[in-house]
């Protein structure tokens, strides 16, 4: 009797986490599909300025752009790691932990520094010697500001910081099923192909270009947020998905043993009868 009471303690209890682990999924594919909205009309907007610094590139001399000077050799690099607020998302954080970990203690990047943006990547690399704290304190919480915030940091440290180069190193959105680590470069910022058609600016074109180039910074760095985003709650409701399927599974196979030790409770009892009316008819 205590073994039944034991097996269906334990099956309540499976119960109980498989309502939590479905409720979890429910919610994060609610939230993932539209994140990844948000996501895919933030690329337009990326398209969009891309497409105003093709027309705005003519007229000026581009070296005297600072954020787009190429220096001489590869330089020391500093790593942006984007990784998730939360946990419970499957090997979203630890494939882009493996990923860092890979590209920060390769030879040529010996000298790298690293900054963090996420909770769980703060937790992981936390003891690392190579962590830089960013410039100007308290993060702030709205992403719009985010954005700003972090595009005005990675400036600072670009261009009076001692770093040569800033890469980012982040989760790519393929589909809710597939999120890829990838590792590309931010700073200095890549120049679409100038377009033949000559347009009027104003103040000047150098002026101007300066300016789309803060905002085609600051694009990067809110679709990298967003792609980030809308791939953890998709891990994350890929992850609730499987927890259920084996709670599913987990449940079964309790019944099948609450099952048996019944029925072995049963026929314990039935043969304990036949026994005792063996004994009184000797």
Known sequence: MAKLKTIRRRIMSVRATKKITRA?????????RKAREQA????????????????????????????VVKREGEGRPLFVLFAGERGLC??????????????????????AGLVLWGRKGEEHFAATTR??????GERPRN?????????????????TGGFDRVVLVRNHFVSPSVQKPIVEPLLPLSLPEALDQPIELEPDPKTVTEGILRLFLQAQI??????????ELAARMAAMDNATKNADEMIDYLNLKYNQARQGTITKEILEVVSGAEAMKH
């Open 222 to 231: 809110g679709q990298t947020l967003l792609e980030t985003r809308a791939g």
């Open 90 to 111: 499957g090997g979203f954080n630890h494939n882009l932990f493996r990923t860092a970990e890979s590209v920060l203690n390769s030879a040529e990047n010996e000298n």
């Open 143 to 159: 992403p719009a500001e985010a954005v700003r915030w972090i595009g005005t940091q990675l400036v600072e440290l670009y261009l």
């Open 24 to 32: 979890m999924q429910m919610v994060a594919a609610v939230q993932m």
């Open 40 to 67: 895919e009309r933030h690329r337009k907007y990326l398209d969009r300025i891309r497409t105003a610094l093709s027309h705005a590139r003519n007229g000026f001399d581009e070296q005297e752009l600072p954020l």
């Open 131 to 136: 962590r830089l704290a960013w410039p100007a």
